[in-house]
């Protein structure tokens, strides 16, 4: 059973759109992570979401944690092909764990 | 700060050989993770080292996979028997401290391709 969904798994826009990308879970998280991942790379952490609603930018990206804890939104503003990547989100499984358990993931890219 | 380094990059044997990959983490990082990422999907982690002591093996086919993270510095995996199945990514991370909240550190990873 995967813990955390994302959707879409692939997302392919022009330069210059605006973009969502969701991550689900029937689970509580006590926080959640998104990294950015690109080819012949490992990830690498974009933000930390911890408090329920809490809504974090970091420039042209926007991350937001559900009231409940169970999902997280990243909303990427006029996008650019320097966005292009796997977008991963993770968390622990539970409160107290340690474990960081990873989403699907989605595929993303911006086409000139 | 030198990064997380693993090696070989690029692995490529046929099934039932064996492979070890190495991980060297970021200086003064107590945790230390394997992780194996098939294409297109996300990390699935294999097991966790705090130090010199395994937190979680769970999802470990222990048949066939082993690690070890002696001294609490490097760490080591390795496969024996591979099978077609097992070709995917090995990426390696660590963390100051093994707080769900903390930022993991990936490596490059290590490709391993069975035939």
């Known amino acids: 059973t995967q813990l955390l969904e994302q959707s879409p798994q692939f997302l392919s826009i022009q330069e210059g759109e605006n973009l969502t990308v969701y991550c689900n879970s029937s689970?509580?998280?006590?926080?959640l992570q998104w990294y950015r991942q690109e080819p012949g790379e490992g990830p690498v952490l974009l933000v930390t979401v911890v408090t329920g609603g809490e809504v974090k930018k970091l420039k042209r990206l926007t991350f937001q944690f559900g009231d409940a804890r169970k999902d997280s939104s990243l909303h990427i503003t006029a996008a650019q092909p320097g966005d292009t990547g796997l977008y991963l989100c993770?968390?622990?499984?539970?409160?107290?764990?340690?474990?960081?358990?990873f989403g699907t993931g989605t595929r993303l890219t911006i086409i000139p | 700060e030198a990064g997380v380094a693993q090696s070989p990059r690029y692995k490529i044997i046929e099934k039932r050989q064996s492979v070890a990959f190495w991980c060297n983490p970021i200086s003064g990082h107590a945790t230390l993770y394997w992780y194996q990422q098939i294409l297109g999907q996300g990390p699935k982690l294999l097991i966790q080292?705090?130090?010199?002591?395994?937190?979680?093996d769970s999802q470990l086919p222990k048949d066939r996979f082993s690690a070890e993270r002696l001294k609490g510095v490097d760490s080591t995996l390795k496969i024996q028997p591979a099978k077609l199945e097992d070709s995917a990514v090995y990426l390696c991370?660590?963390?100051?401290?093994?707080?769900?909240?903390?930022?993991?550190?990936f490596g490059e990873g290590s490709r391993l391709t069975v035939l």
């Open positions: 689970s509580v998280f006590s926080s």
């Open positions: 080292f705090q130090n010199n002591g395994v937190v979680d």
């Open positions: 991370a660590s963390s100051l401290r093994g707080r769900n909240t903390g930022e993991l550190f």
């Open positions: 993770a968390g622990p499984p539970y409160f107290g764990n340690e474990k960081l358990t």
